[in-house]
């Protein structure tokens, strides 16, 4: 296949992103039935969610609370009334043979947000509609390799998914970043995972499927104004697949065109494996959904009022809160990026809170802790060391008791099982010697076992000093501060 820089080269990429967001309500979008995930399957099901006859629905105030405060968050204005569709189709796994959703009426229209690409560009992303709807139920395919239809014996429906509370995010196509389009998208889900997470509406585990995002992606040539053909790339699960499924389509699409052939307007599935994106069905029309108004549910008509008090609610939106810590602790762009990246802002912030400096704070929780949760295969926050330990080791080296290699060497302990890091400095001895007359005696051996050395320094070329220094850290085993040392050497040697 063409290589990514070739394609950009002849093709302007368009990026269009729906996410969809499973809220993450204590019951149904439209019954009483739970939500919990991984129950057993079918333990939470009811005549409503299984779309049994006679049954009939009943919103959920907390949903549609859920979708206001998201569309406020995303600078969407709120309509003051708007009614749920039937999406009509066929599939295994929605009983009703429809989906309750939201088609040219949505609770949230014409909103924006900004992003911030990796270097600090940002990117106001036009946000079209977000509308709410119910999930489907999950099909297993058994027998086959793959877990896919394919090749499969049989399959089996699990309907505790069915009816939960989803809101899709719609963005209006997305031209300005060009080249830089799979980065946007990844950056796009990034930032309204991390909102929809402040907003306290979702668990937003990618992994779990509760953020999904499918990907448009069309590409026209350089100069051209109309759209060309798109491909949703559907359920994409991880950030860095939204940004290699772009990359992906990208290339293959551009091939496509170069070749002389034709996009064909189609659903595509994403391989994590291979890197691929293979054909699904070929899209449906609008017209095929054969929407029409839910006779079942009354409209929406939020107030006024309540959006008001709803918009009360929200909170400090982590773009803004990023802008504030960075300009409080001094942070450049790319520390804060760094910091956000490794998940560790909350607890830079909370090891701050405990009174250790900003930068000293970034440093631990990036460098020896973010390798050792790197190794464990866990998040920052699961490790078993807390901000209030992290403050204590660096005030141990603020106030001159252990170096920051020796510091290493605490958390090490501290995250083994040791105690607080004051039992670990007794349990290994890992105190620096501060007793002068200590380090003056092993300077002495120092100088006496290296007189060449001694010799040059005394003649005022202190570079050489250096050499002293690490033979007395070396001989008290890293244990004593490197500045003190190298007084005490250019004192002894005049
Ligand atoms: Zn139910």
């Given at each position: ?81 708007c ?14 043979n ?45 027998g ?44 796009y ?14 668990d ?50 551009a ?10 307007q ?34 929406v ?9 709803l ?9 803004t ?68 330990q ?105």
């Amino acid at each position: 296949m063409i290589s990514y820089e070739e394609a950009v080269e002849r093709f302007e990429p368009v990026i269009g992103l729906e996410v969809h967001v499973e809220l993450g309500t204590d019951s149904k979008m439209f019954c009483g039935c739970a939500t919990a995930f991984g129950a057993e399957p079918n333990s939470q099901v009811c005549p409503t969610c299984l779309g049994l006859p006679g049954s009939l629905p009943v919103v959920n105030g907390k949903a549609v609370e859920s979708a206001i405060r998201i569309g406020l968050a995303l600078n969407c204005r709120i309509v003051d009334w708007c009614r749920f569709a039937r999406k009509n189709y066929f599939y295994p796994d929605m009983p009703k043979n429809f989906q309750t959703s939201q088609y040219d009426e949505p609770i949230a229209v014409d909103g924006h947000t900004t992003v911030v690409l990796d270097g600090g560009d940002t990117v106001r992303i036009e946000i079209e509609r977000a509308h709410m709807e119910e999930d489907t139920g999950k099909s297993l395919h058994v027998g086959g390799t793959t877990g896919r239809i394919h090749g499969a014996s049989h399959s089996l429906v699990d309907y505790n998914r069915s009816g939960i509370p989803l809101v899709e995010i719609v963005t209006r196509p997305v031209v300005g970043p060009d080249a830089r389009a799979p980065e946007v998208a990844r950056v796009y889900v990034a930032h309204l995972r991390a909102l929809l997470l402040a907003l306290g509406v979702s668990d937003v585990r990618m992994e779990q499927g509760s953020l999904r995002c499918d990907a448009n992606v069309s590409l026209r040539p350089r100069g051209i104004e109309p759209l060309g053909t798109r491909t949703e790339t559907k359920n994409v699960n991880s950030l860095r697949s939204v940004e290699r499924a772009v990359r992906h389509e990208v290339c293959r699409q551009a091939e496509v065109l170069l070749d002389g052939g034709t996009v064909t307007q189609e659903t595509r599935h994403w391989h994590e494996d291979t890197g691929v994106t293979t054909p699904g069905r070929s899209k449906e029309q609008a017209e095929d959904y054969r929407y029409f108004p839910e006779p079942d549910l009354v409209p929406v008509a939020p107030s006024a009022g309540w959006v008001d008090q709803l918009r009360g609610t929200l909170p400090e939106l982590p773009a803004t809160r990023r802008t504030r810590l960075a300009a409080k602790w001094g942070f450049s762009e790319l520390e804060m990026r760094d910091t956000v990246g490794a998940g560790a802002l909350d607890l830079v912030e909370a090891t701050v809170a405990e009174g250790a400096a900003p930068q000293a704070a970034r440093k631990w929780w990036l460098s020896v802790l973010a390798r050792t949760a790197n190794e464990r295969g866990v998040a920052l926050s699961e490790l078993p060391v807390s901000p209030r330990q992290v403050a204590d080791v660096q005030g141990l080296v603020d106030a001159g008791r252990v170096t920051d290699r020796l510091a290493r060497d605490v958390l090490e302990g501290v995250l083994a099982g040791e105690g607080s890091p004051d039992e670990v400095v007794a349990a290994r001895g890992l105190d620096v010697v501060s007793d002068d007359a200590a380090l003056t005696a092993a300077v002495d051996r120092a100088i006496a076992a290296n007189p060449e050395v001694a010799d040059k320094v005394r003649v005022g070329k202190t570079a050489a000093a250096g050499a002293l220094i690490g033979a007395v850290m070396k001989d008290l085993r890293g244990q004593a501060d490197a500045a003190r040392v190298r007084e005490l050497v250019l004192d002894r040697l005049g």
